[in-house]
Nanobody, 124 residues
Framework: QVRLVESGGGLVQAGGSLRVSCTASGRTFSRNAMAWFRQAPGKEREFVAAISWTGDNTGYTDSVKGRFTISRDNAKNTVNLQMNSLKPEDTAVYYC?????????????????WGQGTQVTVSS
């Protein structure tokens, strides 16, 4: 059974930092791009960041550029999202996703596997 499990969410004050992680089991995703999406209450799920299978290529939505960093460890089958300078508008459920191919996209429809999500709440 293939699973993506997120961890590391929580409550933090504005300006603070959090690191969310995603661990895959059931198969390796070392040849797949990985990404983080988020969904705030009442809003659609949106792309946050993606990383290619080697980790050499990354992409971010404009609102998190310079604050968030995506990384991966293929030996551990994990992908991380370091979030700094958090803002209340970053509050959302954060989802890890595995792409069908080595290079990712910003479209959720291109991702085959999804985690259950982890809540990130940023207080003002």
């Amino acid at each position: 059974q293939v699973r993506l499990v997120e961890s590391g969410g929580g409550l933090v004050q504005a300006g603070g930092s959090l690191r969310v992680s995603c661990t895959a089991s059931g198969r390796t995703f070392s040849r797949n791009a990985m990404a983080w999406f988020r969904q705030a209450p009442g809003k659609e799920r949106e792309f946050v960041a993606a990383i290619s299978w080697t980790g050499d290529n990354t992409g971010y939505t404009d609102s998190v550029k310079g604050r968030f960093t995506i990384s991966r460890d293929n030996a551990k089958n994990t992908v991380n999202l370091q979030m700094n300078s958090l803002k209340p508008e970053d509050t959302a459920v954060y989802y890890c996703a595995a792409h069908a191919r080595p290079f990712g996209s910003r479209r959720s429809i291109d991702y085959d596997y999804w985690g259950q999500g982890t809540q990130v709440t940023v207080s003002s």
